[in-house]
């Protein structure tokens, strides 16, 4: 991206000129660029000038997270590194009080090619969680069938949403604590149908840094009245949690979520993942694959 305002992006128009602006939009942009990179997303087309080109439906909830991925995503694809076509879309789910005009205007006024698609969603979630439990599980089932719906009508390959590697530790311990499992949100995956890629891009970007960006551009931002308003979320807590964490010791979110990016079986208890009923004590034996081989510690 230039910073001349007539080689710009419309999303960057008025973009602040500080110093400590411009290294932070590079730092995103970076850390974006590195994740694309790292877990493959752009779509191998075999040099084949007849392959079509990718299609991304990128997922806008008026959110800090999702300006952020818009704008970072279109600042590769202006600098010819994300050779992609994007389509924003938001999905209005029926919420009371739900700026409906908000999004649509941002994303004309813009020049992003965009969906805006009404499925009252919020009434079905009412009418079917028991008074006193959280939206999250079936509100998110419901929003993810009609992305996925859109996407194959818009000729979509991916699914692109906008985790940041907040929500990323946040959903390990969330497994963790609740769940009993290793787990988390992957980077990439396939949906269970296995014709759509989901892809989170800014996997290795800070919640923080997605505030900062957003706050300075001064996006049109929407809170989220239906589920984020809801007392005793589980994700709340464990944020909680990792709040009390980096305060005592700075940088222990970074240094956790490295570990996601460093697991080892063989010192883990999942023999589905490690064989350890064929350890040997044989040297030939186990010298065929000598990295996988738990060292005592």
């Known amino acids: 991206m230039l910073d001349h305002d007539d080689d710009i992006h419309p999303l960057f128009s008025g973009a602040p000129t500080s110093t400590a602006f411009k290294k932070l939009r590079k730092r995103i942009v970076r850390q974006t660029r590195e994740a694309i990179e790292a877990y493959g997303m752009i779509e191998n087309r075999d040099g084949d000038p007849a392959t079509p080109r990718p299609r991304w439906l990128v997922c806008m909830s008026g959110g800090k997270d999702s300006y952020t991925l818009l704008a970072v995503l279109h600042e590769l694809q202006w600098r010819g590194l994300l050779p992609v076509d994007i389509l924003a879309c938001n999905l209005d789910q029926g919420q009371p009080g739900f700026p409906a005009t908000v999004l649509p205007e941002f994303l004309k006024r813009m020049g992003v090619p965009h969906r805006i698609e009404f499925q009252d969603t919020y009434s079905i979630v009412v009418d079917k969680v028991p008074e006193g439990r959280t939206f ?3 509100c998110s089932r419901l929003r993810r069938g009609n992305l996925y ?3 194959r009508e818009e000729g979509c390959s991916a699914v692109v949403l906008g985790h940041h590697c907040d929500d990323i530790l946040e959903t390990f311990f969330m497994n963790l604590f609740h769940g009993g499992r290793l ?4 980077p990439k995956l396939v949906n269970e149908e296995g014709d759509l890629f989901v892809y989170r891009p800014l996997a290795h970007v800070a919640e923080v840094d997605c505030e900062k960006f957003a706050s300075a551009m001064r996006y049109p931002i ?4 239906l589920c984020g308003s809801q007392d005793g979320l589980q994700r709340q807590q464990v944020k909680q949690i990792l709040n009390g964490w980096e305060a005592n010791s700075p940088g222990r979110r970074q240094v956790m979520f490295r570990a996601l990016m460093n697991a080892r079986p063989s010192h883990l208890l999942d023999p589905n993942l490690f064989d350890f009923a064929g350890l040997s004590r044989d040297p030939g034996r186990n010298s065929e694959n000598p ?6 510690r």
Do not use: G
């Open 136 to 138: 999250c599980a079936l």
């Open 149 to 151: 719906r859109i996407a």
């Open 183 to 186: 787990a988390t949100m992957p």
């Open 222 to 225: 929407i809170p989220c009245d």
């Open 291 to 296: 990295q996988e081989i738990p060292r005592l």
